[in-house]
C-alpha cells in the first residue's frame, strides 16, 4: 500500500541533516506528510552515522528494538553512512528491514520505495560514486532562517581513522551556478544565514579544475547575492585554508570571522600516523597567518586522543598546542577504530581508561580556556542574529558571527533581523545582553 506518512530519525553530522531534508523534500514531493510520531508513519526511515562505535550502537540498539514486534504495517528504512559501512549485512541482522540505501543514492528515494512496494522484497542500493544530478532545491527544511547548503560532496583525504571516504565516496563538487541559484532562492525567501556543508569545504572546485572556482571564489559570489546576511562554512581541513580563503574572511562583509580547523593530535608523529598530511609546526604557521590576517577571528577544532601508540608525552603536546591556540569550540573525541580503514591495521593500545583519563583532561583545560575567554568578551558588543524566543519565552535569543548564544530582552519584531547587544554577564552556556544604542557604533565589534 502506497505509504501516506513518514518519519526520518537523524543521526550523525549536519551533512545527515541536510540528506534527511533532502529526502523529506522529494516524499512531501510525492505526496507523503510528515508523521509526528516514529511509530505510526508508514514509511520509517533511519539516517544514520557510523563515525564512532557508539553512534553505529545506538542505531543498531534502535533497529534490534524496532523488530521486536513494532513493526506495524510500515516500510523501514536505513540509509547514512552506516548504510554504506553494513550494506546488506543490516539485512541480516534485522530482517525486517525493507530497504538499505546508500548516501550516494538518495535522489532514489522514490524509486527505492516503489520498488519495495512493488516486488515486496528488501532492496539494496548502495552506489559508491556520487552522481552530480541531485535537485537540491527540493529540499524541505524547518528552519526558516538558517538554511544548510551542500556544495561538495564526499572525502578524499583518508585520514586513516575515518571510515568518512567509504561512507560519502570520493569528492564531487557541485556546479557553482547551482548553489548561487539555491542560495539566491533562500536569500529571496527570507533566510539570514546559510551555511555551506562539505567533509572539506576548502577542496571546492579542485575536482574540476575547468570551473575555474575555488573554495575563496564561489565565496567571492556568494557575498554579492543581494541581501545575503551572514555566511558561513563547515568542516574545512587545515590544509587547504588558503591564505586567499584569509583574505576572504577579512573582506566579505557576510562572511563569519569563525573558522572550524580541526588539528586532531598535537604530536607530528601521530599526525603523521593519521594521515593528516601536515605537522605541528606547519599547523601552528598556518593559525598564525590566519590570526595576521583576521586578528577577531575565532577558531574551532576537533581532537582524538587515544590513536594507537600516543604516549603520554604526545598527548601532552596536544595539550600544550591546545592552550598556545586557544580554541572557542573544541570537540573532543576517545578514538574508536573503525572497520575497513587503514588505522585498524593497528592495535587498539590504548587502554579505555588512559583514553578518558586524557580526554577529561582536555575538557578541563577546554573548559578553563572557556571560562577567561568570556571573562574577555563581558562588556563587548556582537553582531546577534535574532532566532527566536529564549525557552522562557521572555528573552530573545540569538547567536554571534562566532558562534555565541546571546539572550536578550526586546520585542518579536526583532527576531529575524541582526542586532548590536552588549553583553554583560554569563549564565547556562549563554551571554546576557541587552540591545546596544544603535547611536553608538564605534563599540561595534564583531565577535
Ligand atoms: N571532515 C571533517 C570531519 C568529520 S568527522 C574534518 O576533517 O574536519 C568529525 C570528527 O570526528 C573528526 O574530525 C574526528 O575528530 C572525529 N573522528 C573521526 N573518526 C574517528 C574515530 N575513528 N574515532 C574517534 N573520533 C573520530
Ligand atoms: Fe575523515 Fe579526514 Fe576526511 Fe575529515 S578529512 S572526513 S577526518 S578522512
Ligand atoms: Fe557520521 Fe557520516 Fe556524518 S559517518 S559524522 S553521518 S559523514
Redesign the pocket.
Known sequence: MEPKTYFIRTYG?QMNELDTEIMAGQLEKRGLIPSLKEENADLLIFNTCS??DLAERKVMGKLGRIGRGQKNHAIIGVTGCMAMAKKDALFRKFPHLDFVMGTNNITELGAIVDEVLYTKRPVFKTDDHFEENLDYLVAKRDNKMKAHVSIIRG?D?F?T????PYTRGQEVSRPPESILEECRRLVDAGYKEITLLG??VNSYGKDKPEWNCLFHDLLYQIDKIPGMQRIRFM???PIDITVELMQAIRDLPSLCEFV?F?I?AGSSRILKKMHRIYTKEQYLEKVGLLREHVPNVSLGT???VGFPTETEEEFLETYEVMKQIRYSVA?I??????KG?P?MRWKDDIPEEVKQDRLQRLLDLQNEIANEERQTLLGQTFEVLVERHNKDGKMLKGRTRCWKKVIFEGGEDLIGTLQQVKVHSYGHQTFIGELASPLNPLSLTSG
Open positions: 553530522c563515525i564512532r572525502c583525504k585520514c581513522y575515518c571510515v568518512v567533509q572539506n568542516t574545512s581541513h572550524h580541526p586532531q576537533d581532537i582524538i570537540f573525541y576517545a578514538y574508536s577504530p573503525r580503514t588505522a
